[in-house]
C-alpha cells in the first residue's frame, strides 16, 4: 500500500537559522585564531536585537559585533523595515570561561584518549533513494528553499522577496519505499507589502511566481527532480497540491516576526524526520563536543556504507559516556535492505573495526578543528558537497585574513573501498 511522508526546510532568513549562523560564524572565528578553542556559543535573536550567551576557552579574543553584523547583512537583514538589521540592532554578549570541570574530563595527557564532551547518542543515516544518499523529501525542501533565496539575492525577479522562507515536500512513495510523486509542496515566503510598481503582492501573485519562475529553476537545476516536479506541475487530476503563503499574508518575519534560537531547527539540520535524531543540537559547538563530531561521523560511515553497496538504506548509532574516549555503543540498522548474508549485528562488529569513534579520532581524520561550520548552519548539515573554499576572518586586532579550508569532509566517499574489502563486496 502507497503512503505519504513529508519533509520540511527552513531558509537562512528564518529566525532559528539566523540564530544558528550567527554562533557557527563565532565557532569559526574562534577556531581560525585558534584550532584547539573550546567553544558553546547560543545565540538569541529578536526585535532589534542580538543576544550571545556561552563558555569558551580560546587563545585570542574576537571582534564579536563585527562578526554578528556582518553575517546579518550576508543573510539579507539590510533595511529598517524589517526591525532587525545589521547595523542598527543591539548586541548583548555574556561569554565566559569554559567549566574547569568540563574542561577536566574533556582533556587528556594523550590527545588521543580525548573525553566526549558530554553523554548522549548521535544518529547516521544514509539511503540510496537520491545521488547524495539523502531522503529524498528533504534534498528537495532544502534546494526550494536554497533556490529561492538565490533569486532573492540576485534581485532580478521576485523583487518583493523578503529572507525569512520555509518549504514542506510530501511524496507519495509505493510500498517498496520508492518515490512515486509529489504529493504537496507547502512554501511560505516573507515578501514587501508592494512590488516596486505599487502593486499589491498577494498569495496569488507569489503562487504564480513559483509556477513560473521557482519551480522551472529548480527543475532545470537539478536533474533528479526534473520528471517529478514536471509531473507535479502538470498534474489534471487534482490529487496533488501547491500551497503558497496559505495563511495569506507574511510581511511581518524574520526576528522581528518571531524569536530565533540556536538549536531549534535539528531535524531540518540531518534526515527530515527519516532515520533518527540523538536530540542534540549542532550550532556553536566545536568539535570536542561529540553532539555534532560524532553526527559527522556517523553520517561518514552509512554513507559510505551505502555506497559501498552493504545496504540500500542505513542507519548508524554511536554513544558515548562524558569524559571517556571510546564509545560505549555502536549500532546498525539497514532496515531489512542489507545486501550481504550478515545480521546487523554483524554487520556492526565489522564497520566498528573499521573506524576510530573517539573524539579526537574522528576531529583528526575528518578535519574538524578548521573553521568550517557557518556553511553548515543553513541548508543542511548533511547531504553536501564537500569542496576547498577560501574564507574570510577577522583577527584580535581588527585585521581580516584569509584562509583556505576543506568542507563537509563528512560527505567523502574515501572509505568506500574499505568497506567493501571488509564485506568482500566487488
Known amino acids: 500500500m502507497n503512503y505519504l511522508f513529508t519533509s520540511e526546510s527552513v531558509s537562512e532568513g528564518h529566525p532559528d537559522k539566523v540564530a544558528d549562523q550567527i554562533s557557527d560564524a563565532i565557532l569559526d572565528n574562534f577556531l581560525a585564531l585558534d584550532p584547539n578553542a573550546h567553544v558553546a556559543c547560543e545565540t538569541m535573536v529578536t526585535t532589534g536585537q542580538v ?31 524589517y526591525k532587525f538589521e545589521a547595523e542598527s540592532c543591539g548586541i548583548l ?23 566526549a564532551g558530554d553523554q548522549g547518542m548521535m ?5 540510496s533513494e537520491t545521488d547524495n544518499y539523502m531522503p529524498l523529501t528533504l534534498d528537495l525542501a532544502h534546494t526550494l528553499v536554497y533556490t529561492l533565496a538565490r533569486i532573492r539575492k540576485e534581485g532580478n525577479m521576485m ?73 507535479f506541475l502538470h498534474d489534471d487530476s487534482r490529487t496533488t497540491e501547491l500551497l503558497v503563503n496559505p495563511t495569506g499574508n507574511f510581511v511581518i518575519g524574520g526576528p522581528y516576526g518571531d ?18 535524531h540523538g536530540g542534540g543540537a549542532f550550532s556553536g559547538k566545536d568539535p570536542s563536543k561529540v553532539d555534532r563530531s560524532a553526527a559527522y561521523a556517523a553520517r561518514y560511515i552509512a554513507k559510505n556504507m551505502v555506497a559501498a553497496g552493504v545496504a540500500d538504506e542505513v542507519l548508524v548509532q554511536v554513544s558515548y559516556a562524558i569524559g571517556v ?15 550481504v548474508r550478515l545480521s546487523d549485528a554483524e554487520i556492526a562488529k565489522r564497520i566498528n573495526k573499521l573506524f576510530d ?18 556553511e553548515t548552519a543553513r541548508y543542511g548539515h548533511m547531504g553536501r558537497t564537500c569542496e576547498r ?3 574570510s576572518f577577522i583577527d584580535s586586532d581588527g585585521k581580516p585574513f584569509t584562509r583556505e579550508v576543506e568542507l563537509f569532509t563528512w560527505e567523502k566517499l574515501d572509505r568506500v573501498d574499505d568497506i567493501r574489502r571488509a564485506f568482500k563486496l566487488q
Open 357 to 374: 569513534l573517539r573524539p579526537a579520532a574522528i576531529i583528526r581524520d575528518l578535519k574538524l578543528t578548521q573553521p568550517i561550520y557557518e
Open 51 to 81: 543576544v550571545v550567551a556561552g563558555e569558551v576557552t580560546a587563545k585570542h579574543y574576537i571582534d564579536l559585533p563585527a562578526i554578528i553584523r556582518r553575517t546579518i547583512n550576508d543573510i539579507g537583514y539590510t533595511k529598517a523595515a
Open 159 to 231: 523583487t518583493y522577496l523578503r529572507p525569512d522562507a520555509k518549504s514542506q515536500v510530501t511524496m507519495e512513495y509505493d510500498s517498496h519505499n520508492r518515490p512515486v510523486r509529489i504529493h504537496t509542496i507547502v512554501l511560505s515566503t516573507q515578501h514587501d507589502e508592494f512590488t516596486s510598481d505599487g502593486r499589491k503582492v498577494t498569495p496569488e501573485l507569489i503562487k504564480q511566481d513559483v509556477i513560473t519562475i521557482l519551480l522551472p529553476r529548480v527543475a532545470k537545476r537539478d536533474i533528479r527532480y526534473t520528471a517529478l516536479l514536471e509531473a
Open 389 to 391: 573554499v577560501n574564507k
Open 259 to 276: 524569536t530565533g534560537l540556536t538549536g531549534r531547527k535539528i531535524i531540518v539540520d540531518t534526515y527530515g524526520g527519516r532515520g533518527a
Open 93 to 115: 554578549q555574556a561569554l565566559h570561561e569554559q567549566s574547569a570541570d568540563i574542561n577536566m574530563g574533556v582533556s587528556r595527557k594523550s590527545k588521543m584518549q580525548q573525553g
Open 325 to 339: 574516549a571510546k564509545p560505549v555503543s555502536f549500532y546498525v540498522n539497514t532496515y531489512g535492505t542489507a545486501k
Open 123 to 127: 544518529f547516521g543515516y544514509a539511503s
